[in-house]
């Protein structure tokens, strides 16, 4: 399998809504398979949405009970769709797609998400805590929401003045290789 990149920000794909799936086919198999191999090439990622790597289908896979050692209990829910919410939390967020920065967001505690598996059986989950913090987390990629929509302009200021830095050094060093 070719290696699949994680896209990062401000990448263009990743503020694209993603469309819904019509048939679990050999080509979302695929899809799928890329997700996960991309995800575990990372040393801390529990999950991932098709459009982090470019497809812009609406997969998302999680991986709760990964250590940096080895995979724990990978899943896939196709189409998922939030269908009730309750409560409230604050977690500090990452994203593999904004490396190197972190903020804390608030979102509902618990929540019902439905879709169906890899094989396209129909399935629903509740999810609390951190779970329910991830589902929220991608469901919002697949829909052109990052984290960093979720917090203070401030911060996301901060956070873009950061990234333009950034990006100007790798150019820079990119010139110079040259």
């Excluded at 302009?153 to 956070?159: N, P, T, V, Y």
Aim: proline share 4%; charged share 35%.
């Amino acid at each position: 399998m070719e290696k699949t990149e994680i896209r990062i920000y401000p990448d263009p794909v990743l503020r694209q809504i993603a469309e819904p799936v019509k048939d679990i086919d050999a080509e979302i198999q695929k899809i799928i398979d890329q997700m996960f191999s991309a995800m575990y090439r990372t040393p801390n990622g529990i999950g991932l949405a098709a459009n982090q790597i470019g497809a812009k289908k609406r997969v998302v896979i999680f991986d709760f009970k990964r250590t940096k050692e080895k995979e724990g209990s990978p899943f896939v829910v196709i189409n998922p769709e939030i269908v009730w919410s309750d409560g409230s939390i604050s977690y500090e967020e990452a994203c593999l797609s904004i490396p190197g920065f972190s903020a804390k967001v608030t979102r509902k505690k618990k929540v019902g998400v439905k879709g169906y598996d890899r094989e396209g059986k129909p399935i629903e989950i509740e999810a609390k805590d951190i779970e329910a913090v991830c589902f929220q987390h991608e469901i919002d990629h697949l829909n052109g929401i990052l984290f960093i929509d979720h917090i203070s302009s401030l911060k996301r200021a901060i956070f873009k003045r950061k990234i333009k830095k950034m990006l100007r050094e790798m150019k820079r060093k990119a010139n110079a290789q040259q």
